[in-house]
């Protein structure tokens, strides 16, 4: 298994609130990713990095901002909550030839 | 607008049968294709993948077919287990893109 960890697992936060994701590999890999899940609409793309300080918008990046100082360390920022935002979010690495390998999974609750 | 369908939403098998799990896709700049397999409260994990220049690629009791004229792929799990009860996502990706563009996934149920 890839070596990758998110934290927190299970977030409850309230409306407005700003909030941060992690996403830790022990890969060495140029790209991480953050998706998100939800009933209805499989697995989309919130934003990726193709390396430090590198990152692009995905399809549904509106309301969302990440940050990557470091190889390792992916973070997700939800700027100010809603309750559209709750959802299981995953955190990907690629490896070779395209093929991601995803983290845990983080339960966020926004009341 | 879908790039890549999975159209059944649900599947129900019996265990020791076939069980077939079926994706279309629009883009044909995609070259490389992906399923994973997902369990509750846990990540997708990759099960198997296939280059556009195969129609056919086998792991074990996993056979991905790859019908390029037709824009199908379709994942073949022979005989199915109650363990391969999960959620199915057929992913593509290609066209020089690091992105993955991911089906809504079908839900398998294997009946013992």
């Known amino acids: 298994d890839a070596g990758i960890t998110q934290s927190p697992r299970h977030k409850v936060t309230e409306t407005g609130t700003p909030v941060t994701l992690r996403c830790h590999q022990t890969e060495n890999h140029r790209y991480m990713y953050w998706y998100r899940q939800d009933p209805g609409h499989g697995l989309r793309l919130i934003h990726y990095?193709?390396?430090?300080?590198?990152?692009d918008k995905g399809e549904v990046s509106d309301g969302y901002s990440v940050s990557r100082s470091k190889t390792e360390d992916f973070l997700l920022t939800l700027e100010s909550a809603t309750s559209s935002q709750t959802s299981v979010y995953f955190c990907?690495?690629?490896?070779?030839?395209?093929?991601?390998?995803f983290g845990p999974g983080t339960r966020l609750l926004v009341l | 607008d879908q790039q890549v369908k999975q159209n059944s939403p649900s599947l129900s098998v019996q265990e020791g049968r076939i069980s077939i799990l079926n994706c279309d896709y629009t883009n044909s700049m995609f070259d490389y294709f992906l399923w994973y397999k997902k369990y509750p409260a846990e990540g997708p994990t990759f099960l198997i993948s296939i280059s556009s220049i195969k129609d056919k690629n086998e792991d074990g009791r996993f056979t991905v077919f790859l019908n390029k004229s037709a824009k199908h792929l379709s994942l073949h799990i022979v005989p199915s287990q109650p363990g391969d009860s999960a959620v199915y996502f057929c992913a593509a990706g290609g066209g020089g893109s690091e992105k993955l563009v991911f089906g809504k996934g079908t839900k398998l149920t294997v009946n013992p």
């Open positions: 990095s193709y390396g430090v300080k590198d990152t």
């Open positions: 990907a690495i690629s490896g070779a030839r395209e093929t991601q390998y």
